[in-house]
């Protein structure tokens, strides 16, 4: 199965041992992994700020970038809501409309490629120690995709998990909003890392690169002895 990744932004220039681990774990379940080099920003920090017009030149390019691909993958729920909206976006644009469609159709989370294209409910991983799930909001409440990363960590050997209070309740992040909201931002974050250390969790696990940059920031703000990691990075390991 020949799968394109999806990098998003904050992977590629801040993450990116999440890319890695995400390629590595594609490759070992099977499938041929290939990086459109033309991919940059889906366009979601300017249309979500209001720069509509804008933000489809950078649509455009993501549809031309992935245009040939048989899966798009992406270990990022937020980005992948972002391409289920291109088909809205375009519509009335007979150019534009119908490769919007198809991409939109194509495009997957990670945690719903491996469970629901896969077949895949046991990835072979291992990693010893107490985890608590952060559940993002896009993931949740836009794409659906609210059991498949539980049932993926759950057969991850030595893993054990801690539910976590108030589990999808925002982070605070939203992207533009935790910089235009700060302090409000700051709040919600704070509630959050709070309910994480009720756990005395040692992992923090999330499958959107913004919530854990923004709650591991907080968590090393406040000095917490605990360790934040990708979904992909724990279904990649082998401790």
């Known amino acids: 199965m020949k799968v394109s990744l999806f990098a998003t932004c904050l992977i590629d220039m801040f993450q990116t041992n999440v890319g890695k681990a995400t390629v590595e774990l594609l490759e070992r379940l099977g499938c041929e992994v290939d990086f459109p080099k033309s991919q940059v920003c889906c366009g979601q920090p300017a249309y979500n700020s209001g720069y509509v017009k804008e933000s489809k030149e950078a649509m455009k390019n993501m549809i031309k970038a ?4 048989e899966y798009v993958v992406s270990p990022s729920g937020s980005c992948v809501t972002m391409f289920k909206e291109y088909p809205h976006l ?17 495009t997957y989370e990670l945690t719903d490629f491996i469970i629901n294209v896969l077949k895949v409910e046991d990835v072979g991983a291992s990693l010893n120690g107490k985890a608590t799930y952060h559940s993002s909001c896009h993931m949740t409440r836009l794409l659906n995709v609210k059991k498949e990363p539980f049932t993926l960590l759950n057969n991850v050997k030595g893993l054990e998990m801690e539910n976590l209070e108030n589990s999808h309740n925002c982070c605070g992040f939203g992207g533009t909003f935790s910089v235009k909201m700060g302090q409000i931002s700051e709040q919600m974050v704070d509630e959050k890392v709070g309910c994480i250390a009720k756990t005395n969790a040692e992992y923090l696990i999330g499958a959107d690169c913004g919530c854990l940059m923004n709650i591991g920031g907080r968590i090393e703000r406040k000095g917490q002895p605990v360790k934040v990691m990708h979904i992909a990075e724990v279904l990649n390991s082998r401790i």
């Open 66 to 69: 992935f245009e040939h691909a």
């Open 90 to 106: 375009f519509e009335g644009d007979a150019a534009w409309h119908e490769p919007a469609v198809k991409l939109a159709d194509k």
